[in-house]
Nanobody, 125 residues
Framework: QVQLVESGGGLVQAGGSLRLSCAAS????????MGWFRQAPGKEREFVAG????????YYADSVKGRFTISRDNAKNTVYLQMTSLKPEDTAVYYC??????????????????WGQGTQVTVSS
């Protein structure tokens, strides 16, 4: 079992930055592909970014490409999401997710078996 705990959410003005963290326990994350998803009120959960165990060639949703950066520290069992140039439409609950495997990055929420509780990000205009 993998337990995931997100932190770092909050209220920020448009154009600002936040860094989310996802700390894992129970298993080492080095064998898992990690993803960040978000869900705004009344909308479906959507993929934001994913990263394989090596950290190479992360994958981003078009809506965040160039503004968000996903990274991981396998030694610390932690994944990060650096968010810059935030927009009001980035407002959502952000979730960290894990899927066993080291190569393929999946963008469907149903492909991930482990989830954190989420952290709220609110961007004011």
């Amino acid at each position: 079992q993998v337990q995931l705990v997100e932190s770092g959410g909050g209220l920020v003005q448009a154009g600002g930055s936040l860094r989310l963290s996802c700390a894992a326990s129970g298993r080492t994350l080095s064998s898992y592909v990690m993803g960040w998803f978000r869900q705004a009120p009344g909308k479906e959960r959507e993929f934001v970014a994913g990263i394989r165990w090596s950290g190479e060639n992360p994958y981003y949703a078009d809506s965040v490409k160039g503004r968000f950066t996903i990274s991981r520290d396998n030694a610390k069992n932690t994944v990060y999401l650096q968010m810059t140039s935030l927009k009001p439409e980035d407002t959502a609950v952000y979730y960290c997710a894990a899927r066993y495997g080291i190569i393929h990055i999946y963008s469907a929420a149903t492909d991930y078996g482990y989830w954190g509780q989420g952290t709220q990000v609110t961007v004011s205009s």
